[in-house]
Structures are given as structure tokens and as C-alpha cells.
């Protein structure tokens, strides 16, 4: 991945064409957004708040949340 600098001087030197996608920072997978709410959903569960409500005002799905659920790592 190119800096702004290597950027500008790769394109001031240079005749090669550059994509967007060349130059556009990282964007972090979605799962990860994810591992971090679920054990946020475990703790509310916990304080009674149902896994329904939690996942529907986090924007979750219940099933990959369930799928996380049972592992023995959280």
C-alpha cells in the first residue's frame, strides 16, 4: 500500500496508471465489528436483557451470534 507521499512521487515520475483501489486505506472486515459486539450481547444477556433486543438494537443477526456463543475462548 502506497503512502501520500510514495503516491505523489510515483505519479510526478512515473507514466504507471494507479487505481483507486490502489491508494484507498484498509477497511477492517466486518467480523471484526462483530467479535467485539458479541461479547457486549453476552454481558446484557447476563443483566437480563434478552439476546433478541440486544441483536435488534446492535444490528446483529442472532444465529452467527448463537454460532459465537458456545465456544469455550469467550
Known amino acids: 500500500m502506497l503512502s501520500?507521499?510514495?503516491?505523489?512521487?510515483?505519479?510526478?515520475?512515473s507514466n504507471k496508471k494507479w487505481k483507486y483501489s490502489d491508494v484507498r486505506p484498509r477497511i477492517l472486515p466486518r467480523r471484526t465489528c462483530r467479535e467485539r459486539l458479541y461479547p457486549l450481547v453476552k454481558e446484557l444477556t447476563s443483566d437480563g436483557i434478552p439476546v433478541q433486543v440486544s441483536c435488534r438494537v446492535l444490528k446483529l443477526a442472532?444465529?452467527?451470534?448463537?454460532?459465537?456463543?458456545?465456544?469455550?475462548?469467550?
Open 62 to 74: 442472532r444465529q452467527p451470534y448463537y454460532r459465537w456463543a458456545p465456544q469455550p475462548s469467550h
Open 4 to 13: 501520500c507521499v510514495s503516491y505523489a512521487n510515483a505519479t510526478s515520475s
